[in-house]
Protein backbone atom coordinates (compact mmCIF):
# COMPACT_ATOMS: atom_id res chain seq x y z
CA UNK A 1 0.00 0.00 0.00
CA UNK A 2 1.64 3.18 -1.02
CA UNK A 3 1.64 6.22 1.18
CA UNK A 4 -0.82 8.43 -0.55
CA UNK A 5 -3.22 5.55 -0.70
CA UNK A 6 -3.01 5.02 2.98
CA UNK A 7 -3.34 8.55 4.20
CA UNK A 8 -6.64 8.85 1.95
CA UNK A 9 -7.79 5.65 3.47
CA UNK A 10 -6.77 6.99 6.99
CA UNK A 11 -8.53 9.98 6.20
CA UNK A 12 -12.06 8.64 4.62
CA UNK A 13 -12.09 6.24 8.12
CA UNK A 14 -11.78 9.28 10.24
CA UNK A 15 -14.32 11.27 8.38
CA UNK A 16 -16.67 8.36 8.18
CA UNK A 17 -16.55 7.00 11.92
CA UNK A 18 -15.53 9.90 14.01
CA UNK A 19 -13.46 7.23 16.30
CA UNK A 20 -10.03 9.58 16.37
CA UNK A 21 -9.79 12.45 18.81
CA UNK A 22 -8.32 15.84 18.24
CA UNK A 23 -4.06 15.82 19.12
CA UNK A 24 -4.41 17.47 22.12
CA UNK A 25 -6.88 15.28 23.78
CA UNK A 26 -5.32 12.06 22.17
CA UNK A 27 -1.97 12.56 21.98
CA UNK A 28 0.58 13.82 21.76
CA UNK A 29 0.52 16.53 23.89
CA UNK A 30 2.19 19.33 21.73
CA UNK A 31 3.19 21.35 25.08
CA UNK A 32 4.91 18.29 26.73
CA UNK A 33 8.85 18.34 26.97
CA UNK A 34 10.84 17.74 23.91
CA UNK A 35 7.17 17.78 22.15
CA UNK A 36 7.76 21.18 20.49
CA UNK A 37 5.37 24.02 21.44
CA UNK A 38 5.96 26.26 23.88
CA UNK A 39 4.07 29.34 25.97
CA UNK A 40 5.98 32.19 25.27
CA UNK A 41 7.08 32.67 28.75
CA UNK A 42 9.07 29.55 28.78
CA UNK A 43 9.85 29.79 25.04
CA UNK A 44 13.51 31.33 23.91
CA UNK A 45 11.73 33.56 21.59
CA UNK A 46 9.04 35.00 24.00
CA UNK A 47 9.56 36.72 27.33
CA UNK A 48 5.93 37.18 28.16
CA UNK A 49 2.43 35.81 29.43
CA UNK A 50 -0.06 34.64 27.58
CA UNK A 51 -3.32 37.39 28.86
CA UNK A 52 -0.49 40.10 29.78
CA UNK A 53 -1.43 43.87 28.57
CA UNK A 54 -0.01 44.38 25.03
CA UNK A 55 -0.14 40.76 23.79
CA UNK A 56 -2.14 38.45 21.51
CA UNK A 57 -2.94 34.76 21.74
CA UNK A 58 -5.19 32.46 20.18
CA UNK A 59 -4.97 28.65 19.71
CA UNK A 60 -7.11 26.09 17.44
CA UNK A 61 -7.08 21.94 18.36
CA UNK A 62 -10.08 21.52 16.25
CA UNK A 63 -11.80 22.98 13.53
CA UNK A 64 -15.27 21.83 13.76
CA UNK A 65 -16.55 25.34 16.07
CA UNK A 66 -19.36 26.58 14.27
CA UNK A 67 -20.12 29.52 16.35
CA UNK A 68 -17.75 31.70 13.44
CA UNK A 69 -19.85 33.57 10.63
CA UNK A 70 -18.81 31.51 7.28
CA UNK A 71 -19.22 27.57 6.32
CA UNK A 72 -15.34 26.87 6.20
CA UNK A 73 -14.10 28.84 9.71
CA UNK A 74 -13.46 28.28 13.03
CA UNK A 75 -13.20 30.48 16.19
CA UNK A 76 -10.15 29.28 18.75
CA UNK A 77 -11.28 26.22 21.16
CA UNK A 78 -7.86 26.04 22.87
CA UNK A 79 -8.41 29.46 24.48
CA UNK A 80 -7.52 33.32 23.06
CA UNK A 81 -6.75 36.18 24.89
CA UNK A 82 -6.42 39.79 24.31
CA UNK A 83 -8.27 39.49 20.30
CA UNK A 84 -10.31 41.39 19.62
CA UNK A 85 -11.03 39.05 16.85
CA UNK A 86 -9.68 35.72 16.11
CA UNK A 87 -10.80 32.75 13.59
CA UNK A 88 -9.03 30.39 11.22
CA UNK A 89 -10.15 29.74 7.86
CA UNK A 90 -9.57 27.39 4.75
CA UNK A 91 -10.35 26.78 1.45
CA UNK A 92 -12.74 24.78 -0.81
CA UNK A 93 -12.00 21.17 -0.66
CA UNK A 94 -10.28 20.63 2.37
CA UNK A 95 -12.76 19.96 5.70
CA UNK A 96 -13.13 18.93 9.34
CA UNK A 97 -12.82 14.99 9.61
CA UNK A 98 -14.30 13.14 12.45
CA UNK A 99 -10.94 13.87 14.63
CA UNK A 100 -11.55 17.78 14.34
CA UNK A 101 -8.82 17.90 11.93
CA UNK A 102 -8.48 19.81 8.88
CA UNK A 103 -7.96 17.51 5.99
CA UNK A 104 -8.10 17.08 2.17
CA UNK A 105 -7.42 14.23 -0.10
CA UNK A 106 -8.06 15.76 -3.39
CA UNK A 107 -6.49 19.64 -2.94
CA UNK A 108 -3.62 21.41 -1.73
CA UNK A 109 -4.79 22.72 1.78
CA UNK A 110 -4.68 26.44 2.12
CA UNK A 111 -4.92 27.72 5.93
CA UNK A 112 -5.23 31.29 7.09
CA UNK A 113 -4.84 31.93 11.00
CA UNK A 114 -6.20 35.36 11.73
CA UNK A 115 -6.00 37.74 15.09
CA UNK A 116 -6.85 41.51 15.63
CA UNK A 117 -6.04 43.23 18.61
CA UNK A 118 -4.63 46.28 20.48
CA UNK A 119 -0.70 45.00 21.39
CA UNK A 120 2.43 47.01 22.61
CA UNK A 121 3.76 49.79 21.11
CA UNK A 122 7.42 49.17 19.43
CA UNK A 123 9.13 45.94 18.06
CA UNK A 124 6.86 42.56 18.07
CA UNK A 125 7.44 39.09 17.66
CA UNK A 126 4.79 37.53 16.46
CA UNK A 127 4.74 33.70 16.52
CA UNK A 128 3.07 30.66 14.58
CA UNK A 129 3.41 27.07 16.02
CA UNK A 130 1.50 24.41 14.19
CA UNK A 131 1.30 20.87 14.07
CA UNK A 132 0.65 18.73 11.13
CA UNK A 133 0.34 14.85 10.64
CA UNK A 134 0.69 12.60 7.23
CA UNK A 135 1.80 14.80 4.37
CA UNK A 136 4.01 18.02 5.61
CA UNK A 137 3.55 21.74 4.96
CA UNK A 138 4.98 23.93 2.10
CA UNK A 139 6.95 25.92 4.31
CA UNK A 140 7.88 28.74 1.25
CA UNK A 141 4.09 29.22 1.39
CA UNK A 142 4.63 30.35 5.52
CA UNK A 143 3.67 34.33 5.40
CA UNK A 144 2.58 37.13 7.57
CA UNK A 145 0.57 39.85 6.19
CA UNK A 146 2.23 38.75 3.20
CA UNK A 147 5.71 38.95 4.29
CA UNK A 148 8.59 35.98 4.58
CA UNK A 149 9.32 34.51 8.47
CA UNK A 150 12.22 36.20 10.29
CA UNK A 151 13.08 32.78 11.46
CA UNK A 152 11.59 29.20 11.29
CA UNK A 153 12.52 25.64 12.57
CA UNK A 154 11.04 22.39 13.01
CA UNK A 155 10.90 22.12 16.52
CA UNK A 156 9.35 18.28 16.90
CA UNK A 157 9.22 14.92 14.06
CA UNK A 158 8.05 11.38 14.32
CA UNK A 159 8.47 9.59 11.14
CA UNK A 160 6.07 7.02 11.90
CA UNK A 161 4.06 8.48 14.77
CA UNK A 162 1.48 5.43 15.89
CA UNK A 163 -2.54 6.35 15.33
CA UNK A 164 -5.55 4.43 15.14
CA UNK A 165 -4.59 4.11 11.69
CA UNK A 166 -1.23 2.81 11.38
CA UNK A 167 2.19 4.40 11.94
CA UNK A 168 2.18 8.41 9.94
CA UNK A 169 4.24 11.10 9.80
CA UNK A 170 3.75 14.06 12.52
CA UNK A 171 5.71 17.50 12.74
CA UNK A 172 5.44 20.64 15.08
CA UNK A 173 6.41 23.71 13.21
CA UNK A 174 7.66 27.09 14.35
CA UNK A 175 7.86 30.27 12.43
CA UNK A 176 8.39 34.14 13.86
CA UNK A 177 8.58 37.67 12.76
CA UNK A 178 10.41 40.23 14.27
CA UNK A 179 8.19 43.35 13.16
CA UNK A 180 8.81 47.23 13.81
CA UNK A 181 5.44 48.38 15.10
CA UNK A 182 1.66 47.11 15.18
CA UNK A 183 -0.61 46.12 12.31
CA UNK A 184 -4.23 46.57 12.31
CA UNK A 185 -4.84 42.64 11.95
CA UNK A 186 -2.69 39.98 11.19
CA UNK A 187 -2.78 37.01 9.24
CA UNK A 188 -0.77 33.85 9.29
CA UNK A 189 -1.04 32.07 5.71
CA UNK A 190 0.38 28.55 4.77
CA UNK A 191 -0.13 25.58 2.94
CA UNK A 192 0.49 21.75 2.62
CA UNK A 193 2.73 20.85 0.14
CA UNK A 194 0.56 18.35 -1.33
CA UNK A 195 -2.82 16.77 -0.31
CA UNK A 196 -3.34 14.42 2.72
CA UNK A 197 -2.21 16.66 5.49
CA UNK A 198 -3.93 16.56 8.39
CA UNK A 199 -3.92 20.05 10.54
CA UNK A 200 -4.06 18.83 14.54
CA UNK A 201 -3.27 22.44 16.13
CA UNK A 202 -2.17 25.94 15.47
CA UNK A 203 -1.43 28.71 18.37
CA UNK A 204 -0.94 32.31 17.97
CA UNK A 205 1.01 34.68 19.94
CA UNK A 206 2.59 38.08 19.51
CA UNK A 207 3.96 40.06 22.33
CA UNK A 208 6.59 42.76 22.65
CA UNK A 209 10.38 41.61 21.08
CA UNK A 210 13.07 42.56 23.22
CA UNK A 211 15.82 41.68 20.69
CA UNK A 212 16.76 44.27 17.97
CA UNK A 213 14.68 43.77 14.88
CA UNK A 214 16.81 42.99 11.69
CA UNK A 215 17.29 46.35 9.40
CA UNK A 216 16.43 48.74 12.13
CA UNK A 217 19.61 50.57 13.32
CA UNK A 218 20.65 50.88 16.76
CA UNK A 219 19.52 54.58 18.51
CA UNK A 220 22.49 57.19 18.34
CA UNK A 221 22.92 57.06 21.86
CA UNK A 222 24.48 53.59 21.65
CA UNK A 223 26.73 54.30 18.71
CA UNK A 224 28.42 57.25 20.31
CA UNK A 225 28.61 55.46 23.81
CA UNK A 226 30.69 52.29 21.89
CA UNK A 227 32.83 54.97 20.39
CA UNK A 228 33.46 56.65 23.42
CA UNK A 229 34.64 53.54 24.91
CA UNK A 230 36.78 52.59 22.11
CA UNK A 231 38.38 55.63 21.97
CA UNK A 232 39.00 55.26 25.84
CA UNK A 233 40.75 51.33 25.49
CA UNK A 234 42.86 53.00 22.85
CA UNK A 235 44.33 55.98 25.38
CA UNK A 236 44.69 53.19 28.35
CA UNK A 237 46.48 51.06 25.53
CA UNK A 238 48.87 53.24 24.63
CA UNK A 239 49.55 54.50 28.53
CA UNK A 240 50.19 50.92 29.26
CA UNK A 241 52.50 50.74 25.90
CA UNK A 242 54.83 54.12 27.48
CA UNK A 243 55.58 52.32 30.99
Request: glycine share 12%; net charge negative.
Given at each position: ????Y ?16 A ?6 D???A ?35 A ?36 S ?11 S ?6 R ?12 D ?13 T???F?DS?Y ?7 P????L ?8 A ?5 T ?14 L?I??N ?15 F???L ?13 V
Amino acid sequence: MNKTYQLTLIAGLMAASGIARADLTNGPDPYAAGKGFDAPHEAAWGGWNRGDTGTLYAEWDTFVDSSYAGTRTAAPDVGSAGASDAYLSWNSGTFAAGSGNLYSFSVIEQFAANIAGSVASGPLRAVLQFETVGTLADYASILLNGIAPTFTSQTFYDSSYPSSFGNVPLEHYLAYWDLPEAAASYQFTFSSAEHSLSLGQVALDIGPNSAPVSGVPLPAAVWMFGAGLMALLGVNRKKGLAV
